[in-house]
């Protein structure tokens, strides 16, 4: 089959791969289309340390399924599928207690380090385990459906934070998730969502997909914006989606006391953290990592219109084309946000 492979780091090239054979309880997929994430970028030039070549990447995906394997249930040849990017072993004491996202022995699809090489999505054909694959309805295309693993973690980042119905909500960073995140809180019952990044063009798309009010925090005191349209106190959530020294301490000065932050981003290894603001303001800090059992909530928010991913997709190309894209979007190339690989 098919597959875009990354042969070395900064180098990535179509070739002839073996297609996969479904085992016990597994499902061939037959890709429609994966999305290029954030963490492809960075695993694209070795920086995360744990996309290790010869590699086929690829986690956000949807498709149809063109094989399963003995035992399987519920799933047959021609059913459409998406599935979580996390495999998780359904055994350990994690997963048996339903947080499946902190398995002990996950795996991640597109993924390889020291413990397993579990390759992706950018081929022709990916191999999973049944019990993390989820049916599509009709009304939601291939295209779409891809964008909604990122959707998972920005509804469970948002079901990690404790909201009340009329809180006021920031969201620092409004890149892909952070996007997702003002979609998500809109329907959680926030009464206000302000939205705070660095770029203005993503920050009206924030506006025209829910937010109520935007900074840039290149030009606003950010904790004196905030405290203004709070009576002084400061906002009730908080939630980090990009995950840097500069944007939490953002997070946590705007935050009233008693506030709670949820930290989604996950950029830096290490940060400095303001910790006598966290102690003296008695804040919570959250983190949320991947989805755990989001995906039928997400499903159902973007099939009823009310998470768009429309406006987030810039452009859809052949797999083949795969290798351009990754070095515009390695380039930061202005204006793109999420691609979307169609083998």
Not at 8 to 30: F, T
Not at 60 to 80: H, I, K, L
Not at 203 to 209: G, M, N, P, S
Not at 221 to 234: C, D, K
Request: proline share 6%.
């Amino acid at each position: 089959m098919k597959a875009l492979l990354l042969t070395e780091y900064r180098k990535l090239e179509p070739a002839d791969v073996p297609r996969p054979v479904p085992g016990p309880h597994e499902l061939l997929v037959r890709v429609k289309a994966c999305g290029i994430c954030g963490s492809d970028i960075h695993g694209y030039d070795g920086s995360t340390g744990r996309r290790i070549p010869p590699l086929v990447m690829g986690h956000e995906a949807a498709g149809e399924v063109a094989e399963t394997g003995p035992g399987v249930s519920g799933f047959s040849v021609g059913d459409r599928v998406t599935f979580d990017s996390t495999i998780s072993c359904g055994e350990c004491w994690y997963c048996q207690r339903g947080q499946i996202n902190l398995c002990q022995n996950r795996q991640v699809l597109g993924v390889s380090c020291d413990e397993y090489r579990r390759h992706g999505a950018f081929a022709e054909y990916v191999l999973i385990p049944q019990r993390i694959a989820y049916h599509l309805p009709a009304s939601l295309s291939y295209e779409h459906a891809a964008l909604l693993e990122a959707v998972s973690v920005a509804v469970h980042a948002v079901n990690r934070t404790p909201i009340r119905m009329g809180d006021t909500a920031v969201v620092v960073g409004s890149g892909m998730i952070g996007l997702l995140v003002v979609q998500a809180l809109r329907h959680a019952g926030c009464g206000r969502i302000i939205a705070i990044d660095l770029d203005n063009d993503r920050l009206k798309l924030a506006r025209t997909l829910g937010a109520d009010v935007t900074f840039n925090a290149r030009t606003e005191n950010l904790a004196e914006a905030v405290a203004g349209l709070t009576g002084g106190r400061g906002a009730d959530v908080a939630l980090e989606a990009v995950g840097a020294t500069a944007p939490i301490q953002t997070a946590i000065q705007v935050l009233r006391r008693g506030g709670a932050l949820t930290l989604v981003g996950n950029l830096a290894p290490r940060i400095d953290l303001p910790l006598q603001l966290v102690v003296t303001r008695e804040l919570t800090l959250y983190g949320s990592c991947a989805s755990s059992n989001d995906y039928p909530l997400s499903i159902e928010m973007m099939a009823s219109g009310k998470i768009q991913v429309e406006p987030l997709i810039s452009a859809c190309a052949p797999l083949a084309d795969g290798p351009q894209w990754f070095e515009r979007l390695y380039a930061h190339e202005a204006g793109l946000m999420k691609v979307i690989l169609q083998p």
